[in-house]
């Protein structure tokens, strides 16, 4: 991984164009090339950023990244006050917690549950930026990405939706779309979901064990 703390202007071409002022920033060029520029607050999400596969050219006045989609990030560096590479090796991946971990199994063995005629492609399936939960194959033989939660939250719709877009990249696979699964889901979660096309399928862990829960009774 390169870290640069650098004075820039940013200008991002492509389905618009924005612009960030000069300022400091944290700019991070990862392994696989993903390129992601980070303000000092906002917690984890960068000001802009672009993912593998791309392109990055090092000029006289800064870099260009740019990929085959023809979107480009412009980034002219005024100042550099650090400019270091960390080599962090292989990363193990996310341990999910007891409750996310079995669901992710239950549904596996049953995702019928999230869709009908939903049947399972892989588990875990391998991409350069994660694993995906589960990779599935509909009724119209689409294929079906489905990201799993115990707690259905932004983050999540936006790591599916990060998913999404590399395998999309991938002709054997595409047209992929994406189930978002979780035992509860956040409105803003649905919200975002609905915008990137994304489907939300809320489950219920105590009937995908078997679990038959007492009867209500009035008296």
């Not at 520029?37 to 990244?65: C, F, Q, S």
């Not at 990405?145 to 991938?170: H, P, T």
């Amino acid at each position: 991984m390169r870290l640069v703390v650098a004075e820039c202007t940013v200008t991002y071409e492509g389905r618009l164009t924005s612009r960030l002022e000069r300022a400091w920033r944290l700019l991070m060029v990862k392994a696989d090339g993903c390129v992601a520029i980070h303000a000092d607050g906002g917690a984890y999400k960068p000001l802009n950023w672009m993912n593998a596969p791309n392109t990055l050219v090092e000029t006289i006045d800064g870099w260009r990244v740019s990929n085959q989609k023809g979107e480009s990030l412009l980034i002219e560096i005024h100042q550099v006050e650090s400019d270091k590479f960390f080599e962090l090796g292989a990363d193990p991946g996310l341990q999910k917690d007891g409750v996310e971990s079995h669901l992710q199994e239950l549904l596996a063995e049953q995702p019928e549950e999230l869709e009908d005629g939903l049947q399972l492609i892989r588990r875990e399936y391998p991409t350069e930026i994660g694993p995906v939960d589960l990779l599935c194959r509909d009724v119209n033989g689409v294929t079906v990405a489905v990201e799993i939660k115990r707690r259905g939250e932004i983050d999540g719709v936006e790591q599916l939706a990060r998913y999404l877009e590399f395998l999309n990249a991938q002709p054997d696979l595409a047209p992929v779309r994406g189930v978002f699964a979780a035992q509860l889901i956040k409105p803003q979660a649905k919200v975002l979901a609905g915008s990137r096309e994304i489907d939300c399928v809320e489950v219920d862990y105590d009937v995908l064990r078997g679990v038959e829960r007492p009867q209500q009774k009035l008296f």
